[in-house]
């Protein structure tokens, strides 16, 4: 094992993870219930041991009413029957663990579900022992709510209970009460959570909408958005909530010591990481870079950057990646194209530019490319391995709670949450055995099934694997710092540098090849092992449309 696979097995492991994202609903069925579960998981971890990935991270999998398909937790510590029991996700880790697998599992602090017992006991008066443990307040004179805050899938973000004679915060779903992070009790109880799960054997918690877990606790009105400004990454144009500025709602300084908190506890817990998902913020990698900066914050941290419909350009990237640059000086980005809450990276790709299935094919090779080797962690959402597309779910099947209160005008999510593909020829692409799972699955994904993609070297799922593998050797992607180029549209550029490596990164964001002048670099060499079919002259290198190079500066690819 060479040094830089020695490095990876340090504390410091997530700082150039590969994470693989698993939705457990729609990974693998193992009982015939149409909805797969932690034992699907299971029977599939070769697959993901198969792709060299560092970790997965498995979506929520506790109990719940499933109003937001486990993102409104009724028991923190309890598998909900329809994944399976606590005895399967033990079962999971161990295996897991054996085939050198991190195992990273959500976390939903911002709120429970309104079934949870914290809250039960809450509404039930304002002098119960968790009468505070969640945000209530007051109607106005008038009585309408307190703000004219907004929730995410829609609506007020407040509800009026009756019993209690006040409102409650609810950033998402009406089901989903915000929990109140400024009474320590609450912050006490998450921490106890974290321990049961940290005892278990996890290595570390993608922290749900994290962002979001402190509010003005004067609770102003968020300002009207004016016309002329850009909506945050990710952000879609017809959305209501973007109606506003989002100023008090959520992202409020007071989260830092929050934060350092969670630290300390993952801190006694070595080599344990935690990924924040930083949702909705006006600037979400100022946001993102504040919530990991020092080293008494969190760990990693990704948003919606690379999440939108715009081309993939060379100025929007060199933006990016320099701002970046200048932001992360020791905290991590997870650098993410894709997750179950967004539309499929290809089909928001395919919309520009991408004139045949060639180009999508080689476009989709040269984004998992340099999504390996920029600065940082990274992230690939099941199904993008094999160049899903977003399916299209009539609206009798959506399941999508988001996606059905914004109909037609709002994007749902169920088409990126359909079943993953595993056999062409099976009943339901070999997801499940009962007759209809519980989303349908795209008739266009049939073709890109594993086992399709499986029978031939260059398919987009066996390129994965060896360009995955291929960066665990090189120690420049793995530990190296960042120099971007000035190359200029529509080729981005730039150096990973480390003490035992030089690696040139040259990217055509074009379907039209193109040529780069090597006389710099008279020492250059291609790394074969990674194959993009360039051809290399004397002092240049011509690149094909949405192609590759690297190069490996004074000495040989490892």
């Given at each position: ?9 340090t ?5 150039s993870?590969?994470?693989y ?5 729609s990974?693998f ?10 034992q699907?998981i299971?029977?599939?971890?070769d ?12 979506s929520p ?12 937790i ?8 329809i ?9 999971l880790?161990k295996?897991?663990k054996?085939?050198?697998l991190k ?11 309104n ?18 443990w ?6 106005k004179?008038?009585?309408?709510p307190?703000?004219?805050?907004l ?5 007020s ?12 915060l ?13 009474n320590p009790e609450v ?15 996890v290595d570390?918690?993608r ?12 609770f ?31 992202c ?11 630290r300390?506890?993952m ?10 998902e ?19 914050r969190?760990h ?5 950057s690379?999440?939108s419909?715009e081309?993939l ?14 932001l992360?000086a ?28 060639f180009?999508?094919?080689a476009?989709?090779?040269?984004f998992v490319?340099m999504?390996?080797s920029?600065?940082?962690s990274?992230?690939?959402y099941?199904?993008d391995?094999?160049g899903?597309?977003?399916a299209?779910?009539?609206y ?7 996606g ?7 994007l ?8 993953m593909p595993?056999?062409?020829e099976?009943?339901?692409?070999g ?8 989303l ?6 049939l073709?890109?099934?594993?086992d ?7 398919s987009?799922l066996?390129?994965?694997r060896r360009?995955i ?5 090189q ?7 960042l ?6 549209e529509p080729l ?9 490596q030089k ?16 006389s710099?670099y ?7 092992e ?6 290399q002259y004397?002092?240049?290198v011509?690149i ?15």
């Amino acid at each position: 094992m060479n040094s830089a696979l020695d490095r990876t097995q340090t504390r410091d492991w997530w700082r150039s993870a590969v994470i693989y994202q698993v939705y457990p609903r729609s990974f693998f069925d193992s009982n015939g219930d149409g909805i797969g579960d932690l034992q699907g998981i299971i029977h599939k971890l070769d697959y993901i041991a198969a792709l060299n990935v560092d970790a997965v991270w498995i979506s929520p999998f506790y109990k719940s009413p499933m109003k937001d398909f486990g993102y409104d937790i009724e028991d923190y510590c309890a598998v909900d029957p329809i994944f399976g029991t606590i005895e399967d996700f033990k079962l999971l880790t161990k295996g897991a663990k054996q085939r050198g697998l991190k195992v990273l599992i959500d976390q939903v602090w911002n709120h429970t579900s309104n079934l949870h017992p914290w809250f039960i006991e809450s509404r039930q008066s304002r002098d119960n022992a968790k009468a505070d443990w969640y945000v209530w307040v007051d109607p106005k004179p008038d009585g309408t709510p307190p703000s004219n805050w907004l929730a995410t899938f829609g609506g007020s973000a407040w509800t009026w209970d009756e019993q209690r004679q006040q409102y409650y915060l609810h950033n998402f779903l009406a089901e989903q009460p915000d929990l109140n992070w400024y009474n320590p009790e609450v912050k006490e109880a998450i921490l106890e959570v974290a321990k049961f799960w940290l005892d278990l054997g996890v290595d570390g918690f993608r922290l749900d909408v994290v962002n979001f877990f402190l509010h003005d606790r004067t609770f102003k009105d968020n300002p009207p958005r004016p016309k002329d400004s850009p909506l945050p990454d990710g952000a879609g144009a017809n959305d209501p909530f973007f109606s506003q500025l989002n100023l008090y709602n959520f992202c409020q300084p007071e989260i830092f010591p929050l934060l350092e908190d969670i630290r300390q506890l993952m801190d006694s817990y070595p080599e344990t990481t935690t990924l924040a998902e930083i949702s909705s913020a006006e600037d979400g990698i100022l946001t993102a870079s504040e919530y990991v900066r020092g080293n008494n914050r969190l760990h990693m941290a990704y948003n919606s950057s690379l999440m939108s419909d715009e081309p993939l350009t060379y100025e929007k990237l060199y933006q990016l990646v320099a701002r970046v640059e200048s932001l992360f000086a020791d905290g991590v980005i997870c650098w993410t194209g894709g997750t179950h809450d967004f539309p499929r990276l290809k089909s928001r790709w395919r919309k520009f530019q991408i004139d045949d299935e060639f180009s999508h094919e080689a476009f989709d090779r040269m984004f998992v490319a340099m999504l390996i080797s920029l600065k940082g962690s990274c992230c690939i959402y099941q199904g993008d391995e094999l160049g899903l597309t977003q399916a299209e779910v009539p609206y009798e099947k959506m399941q999508d709670p988001f996606g059905l209160a914004g109909y037609p005008t709002i994007l749902g999510r169920d088409g990126s949450r359909t079943p993953m593909p595993w056999q062409k020829e099976s009943p339901n692409a070999g997801f499940t055995k009962t007759k209809e799972p519980w989303l349908p699955i795209a008739e266009e994904h049939l073709h890109d099934a594993v086992d399709v993609q499986e029978t031939y070297s260059n398919s987009l799922l066996n390129k994965y694997r060896r360009l995955i593998k291929w960066r665990k050797q090189q120690p420049a992607l793995l530990w190296g710092d960042l120099t971007l180029l000035d190359t200029s549209e529509p080729l981005l550029g730039f150096i990973r540098k480390s003490e035992e490596q030089k690696l040139l990164c040259l990217f055509n964001l074009s379907p039209v090849p193109l040529r780069y002048d090597l006389s710099s670099y008279p020492q250059c060499v291609a790394a074969d092992e990674v194959d993009f079919q360039n051809r290399q002259y004397d002092s240049t290198v011509e690149i094909p449309g949405y192609g590759v190079f690297f190069g490996c500066l004074g000495e040989t690819a490892k």
